[in-house]
């Protein structure tokens, strides 16, 4: 393949800046930018075709078979200069044995090469994209081979009970002294367990990659608003003593214990003639459906629930004009705040302890698709010895489905849209 570089650290101005060259031409490449390429690591003065001083690097070496894509790899870790920086990508990008690197070429080579699986690569891509703690320790937890190992096991586990099937077949003209069919049933549903709870868990784990959503409803003028604010830590949203100030909904990002969670600021739920504010009403029902958790609050003139959900969280609203503060909120004051937000916490974090090592629908896909074959291959145990063949071969398609979740069968029509959401240089 070509010989490939890339600045790999972000651009502007910065301390350091790293620039990754792999591929087999990668030491020659770079020979004539500095005296001596280093054996494994060393500062070298790099210049360029006519001996003018680029910079003076630390210089990493990585051989074949032992960098991250498997090829020779040199890295330049540079001052993090933006000239700096574009002098020596030019240079690079002027040597005729280098190009430049395509979006997640790297990462590319490495699922190539063997040194990571496809699953492997989707939790690098889900730890470079973390932004909190529970994000970071999920990606982690794939990106080191969590689900492969699984994935093993299942693998293996099937393996043997397709051999233990096709050992009839062979010997089906002599007695077979031992009933092979418990033992099959055994490793298919033992298997078939296991995945449908990894399946079960893939919706709370995009929530968890993608952020949990929480969204506070109410009538208009009660609070919502203001409480959003209050939550935020800034004012995000506007507020007014004017029912139906909010028409849209409002999002707000945060890190929650942990955990992403979106705020959800909606309109007031009322009936009103005003086209404008029907349709945020409408939007307000909509996106108070499709969310995790709904905040209800509630006031004395008037309280409707909407599209309650056993999770949903309810309070009474303005609790600085009430000579009760129990079970009220106010994002005034922040009275009963604190107490709202350990609730929502406390409900989120309970949902993601269901998590699994799965985390996209791709890999709910492929779990179903092996599950249905598992059914099938069960169903024709069911039906006698005469099925052996069709339950082997249900095995075999069982097998293939496992495969795909760590990318060891033809998974071409994928690989794009992944790397796509790669940065340059990774």
Known sequence: ???????????????????RISGDATVDAVRSLMDEVPKNRGLRKLRDSDGQLLDEALVLHFPKGRSFTGEPVVELH???????????????????LLRPAAAGEFTRRALENGRLD????????????????AQRKQAVRVFSGALGEVVERWR??????????????????????????PEVRELM?????????????????????????????GAPNVGKSTLLN??????????????????????????????????LDTAGLRDTDDIVEGIGVQR???????????VHMMSDEFFEPHDVGSSDIFVRAKADLLDDE???VSGKTGAGVDQLVDNIASILKNRASSVGIAMRERHRLAMTRAIAYLDAAEHGLDEGHGMTDIVAEELRSAIRAVDSLVGRVDVEQILDEIFSSFCIGK
């Open 118 to 133: 496809l699953a492997q690569v989707e939790g690098l891509a889900d730890l470079i994209d973390a932004e909190t703690e």
């Open 78 to 96: 540079l001052h993090g200069s933006p000239a700096v920086v574009a002098a020596v990508l030019k240079w690079l990008g002027d040597n005729p």
């Open 189 to 217: 549903r033992m298997v078939r367990d296991e995945m449908i709870k990894e399946s079960d868990g893939v919706r709370v784990a995009e929530r968890l990659r993608d952020g949990f959503e929480v969204a506070i409803i």
């Open 326 to 328: 129990t079970g009220a």
């Open 230 to 263: 209050r939550l935020a830590g800034r004012d995000v949203a506007i507020t007014s003593e004017v029912a139906g100030t909010t028409r849209d909904v409002i999002e707000v990002r945060l890190d929650l214990d942990g955990l992403p969670v979106t705020l």
């Open 1 to 19: 393949m070509d010989t490939i570089f890339a600045l790999a650290t972000a651009h502007g101005r910065a301390g350091i800046a790293v620039v």
């Open 284 to 294: 307000a029902k909509d996106r108070a459906h499709d969310a995790d958790i709904r």
């Open 156 to 181: 293996s586990a099937l393996i043997r009970a397709a051999a233990l099937l096709e050992a009839t077949i062979d010997f089906a003209d002599e007695d077979v002294p031992v009933d092979v069919t």
